[in-house]
């Protein structure tokens, strides 16, 4: 199958294109919100053969909350494959807004695309978060926190939620213990000792029985996310009944996995996301 080849080039940096097959096409800077200094911008590739509402993949990029780029994300090919639209998100970084202003944004997203759903042709019963390191985390927030409107406020009126699963990828499941870390501080801003305000930041706190299904990945050697942040997690969504998949990636750093390891995590992402109907 032939491939629509999709560039991009930010402020000099210039990234490693996007293919998509014949039959996709994308819509690029879709501005999902704004603020007085900042737009915040998506990426949605999308089929143009679906006669049905298309299942969608919200793909949120790391960097520690204070670097990165949606342009930086590629690897959608799997899900390309299966038919499905991804939606490449940015949001502030601690640069331009302090938490929770990341997670807002992510909500603000999350909203813009279900009460766009019917002109995007998505089907609102099929929604993933998934994120990589700050992604995972915020992809945790976001999908967690459903119809908890605590970070809501940033959008407007709000639309309902339903997540149909998480794909967290050695993100930071609770600030607590790591609130030390230099890229937590920074984030967390002037309430950086403010142990209540990371305690509303962290995910394993919104954990009940109702969460949505969640795909964890985590290298076991991981310098920067401790390993223990998804153990932990794990722990809480199995405690409580929750749908749920662990992979470890036996001596993994932080997400820069052998390939072998990399071929396996798709295998079981898509198996999971199979198993949840998609």
């Known amino acids: 199958m032939g491939v629509l080849t999709v560039t991009f080039a930010c402020k000099g940096q210039e990234f490693k294109k996007v293919e998509l097959p014949r039959n996709y096409q994308a819509k690029l800077d879709i501005i999902y919100a704004e603020t007085a200094s900042w737009n915040g911008k998506l990426d949605f590739y999308y089929p143009t053969n679906n006669d049905e509402p298309t299942p969608v993949i919200i793909n949120i990029h790391g960097g520690g909350w204070n670097h990165g780029k949606k342009e930086s994300q590629r690897g959608f090919g799997s899900?390309?494959?299966?038919?499905?639209?991804?939606?490449?998100?940015?949001?502030?970084?601690?640069?331009?807004a302090?938490?929770?202003?990341?997670?807002?944004?992510?909500?603000?997203?999350?909203?813009?695309?279900?009460s766009n759903a019917?002109?995007?042709?998505?089907?609102?019963?099929?929604?993933?978060?998934?994120?990589?390191?700050?992604?995972?985390?915020?992809?945790?927030?976001?999908?967690?926190s459903e119809n908890n409107s605590l970070f809501d406020d940033h959008c407007g009126e709000r639309e309902a939620v339903k997540i149909r699963a998480i794909i967290?990828?050695?993100?930071?499941?609770?600030?607590?213990?790591?609130?030390?870390?230099?890229?937590?501080?920074?984030?967390?801003?002037?309430?950086?000792?403010?142990?209540?305000?990371?305690?509303?930041?962290?995910?394993?706190?919104?954990?009940?029985?109702?969460?949505?299904?969640?795909?964890?990945?985590?290298?076991?050697?991981?310098?920067?996310?401790p390993y223990i942040q998804s153990q932990k997690l794990f722990e809480k969504?199995?405690?409580?009944?929750?749908?749920?998949?662990?992979?470890?990636?036996?001596?993994?750093?932080?997400?820069?996995?052998?390939?072998?390891?990399?071929?396996?995590?798709?295998?079981?992402?898509h198996k999971f996301l199979d198993e949840q109907g998609l």
């Open 168 to 225: 967290d990828k050695y993100g930071v499941s609770d600030l607590r213990p790591v609130m030390f870390a230099s890229s937590v501080k920074k984030w967390l801003g002037s309430e950086s000792e403010n142990v209540a305000f990371a305690e509303s930041l962290s995910p394993i706190t919104l954990v009940d029985a109702k969460s949505p299904p969640i795909f964890i990945v985590h290298g076991d050697a991981d310098p920067i996310v």
């Open 98 to 114: 302090k938490a929770p202003a990341a997670v807002e944004d992510i909500r603000c997203a999350m909203s813009y695309l279900i």
């Open 237 to 269: 969504l199995q405690a409580h009944g929750v749908n749920s998949k662990f992979i470890t990636i036996p001596e993994g750093g932080h997400g820069k996995f052998k390939e072998k390891d990399k071929e396996r995590i798709m295998v079981e992402i």
């Open 79 to 96: 899900f390309f494959k299966k038919g499905m639209a991804v939606a490449n998100v940015e949001y502030r970084l601690e640069s331009e």
């Open 118 to 144: 019917e002109e995007l042709n998505i089907d609102t019963d099929k929604i993933v978060l998934m994120g990589a390191s700050a992604g995972g985390h915020l992809a945790l927030m976001g999908g967690l």
